[in-house]
């Protein structure tokens, strides 16, 4: 819970990185005054701080005709972040998806569609599939670290973009879904893999 509520109070701070960055700046790396260091890769603000924690974040991009992402309409709210949480002692990172508007449906199946690639999808509850944490906020979506390790998390570094689609609304009966198109929250990933290996190379003891 902590780290989601420090990452939802870095959202301004996500912005003014991102929002500098998007105006052509090459990447330069800062230190706050808690010694994180911080740097921007396109698409993607990483942070190093002291105990070995890495984190990688990127703001959803707007939807056609909203407002652009790093200037969201005060009556929208913060946008959809997707992080990825890179832990010490070689434990594989953990990938998770912060929901703007709706939650998602306790029941809604959560599809990873990375360019034209055929979509990998994690179900709830299960194994290899999404969950929430206890202490997580309701709009807080953790991916399987093992198989997104294996699956994800190769196939992000290689895309170009990663749209997530799911549903908001509990299935009322089988097979009521397919007569409601999912919602969908979208994701450069134009700079993810630049900011693994920075943060591979810049944990803080």
Same mark, same amino acid.
């Given at each position: 819970?902590?780290?989601?509520?420090?990452?939802?109070?870095?959202?301004?701070?996500?912005?003014?990185?991102?929002?500098?960055?998007?105006?052509?700046?090459?990447?330069?790396?800062?230190?706050? *005054?808690?010694?994180?260091?911080? &740097?921007?890769?396109? +698409?993607?603000?990483?942070?190093?701080?002291?105990?070995?924690?890495?984190?990688?974040?990127?703001?959803?991009? +707007?939807?056609?005709? +909203? $407002? #652009?992402?790093?200037?969201? /309409?005060?009556?929208? =709210?913060?946008? $959809? &972040?997707?992080?990825?949480?890179?832990?010490?002692?070689?434990?594989?990172?953990?990938? +998770?998806?912060?929901? $703007?508007?709706?939650?998602?449906?306790?029941?809604?199946?959560?599809?990873? *569609?990375?360019?034209?690639?055929?979509?990998?999808?994690?179900?709830?509850?299960?194994?290899? =599939?999404?969950?929430?944490?206890? #202490?997580?906020?309701?709009?807080?979506?953790?991916?399987?670290?093992?198989?997104? /390790?294996?699956?994800?998390?190769? /196939?992000?570094?290689?895309?170009?973009?990663?749209?997530?689609?799911?549903?908001?609304?509990?299935?009322?009966?089988?097979?009521?879904?397919?007569?409601?198109?999912?919602?969908?929250?979208?994701?450069?990933?134009?700079?993810?893999?630049?900011?693994?290996?920075? /943060?591979? $190379?810049?944990?803080?003891?």
């Amino acid at each position: 819970m902590r780290i989601f509520l420090i990452l939802s109070g870095l959202v301004a701070v996500v912005f003014g990185y991102l929002t500098v960055n998007s105006r052509g700046v090459a990447p330069e790396q800062m230190v706050s *005054h808690f010694s994180e260091r911080r &740097i921007v890769f396109d +698409a993607w603000l990483a942070a190093c701080r002291p105990g070995g924690v890495c984190l990688l974040t990127s703001l959803a991009e +707007a939807e056609e005709g +909203a $407002a #652009d992402a790093a200037d969201p /309409a005060p009556e929208t =709210g913060p946008p $959809a &972040i997707l992080r990825i949480e890179s832990l010490a002692n070689d434990r594989p990172p953990q990938v +998770a998806f912060l929901a $703007a508007g709706s939650p998602l449906a306790p029941d809604s199946p959560l599809r990873a *569609h990375i360019d034209a690639a055929a979509p990998i999808v994690f179900t709830p509850l299960s194994d290899g =599939g999404w969950r929430q944490g206890p #202490d997580d906020p309701p709009n807080a979506y953790r991916f399987a670290v093992a198989r997104s /390790a294996k699956t994800l998390l190769p /196939a992000m570094r290689a895309g170009g973009a990663l749209t997530l689609s799911y549903w908001t609304e509990p299935e009322v009966e089988e097979g009521g879904r397919d007569q409601i198109p999912p919602a969908e929250t979208r994701f450069s990933l134009i700079g993810l893999s630049a900011a693994l290996d920075w /943060a591979e $190379a810049n944990r803080l003891p």
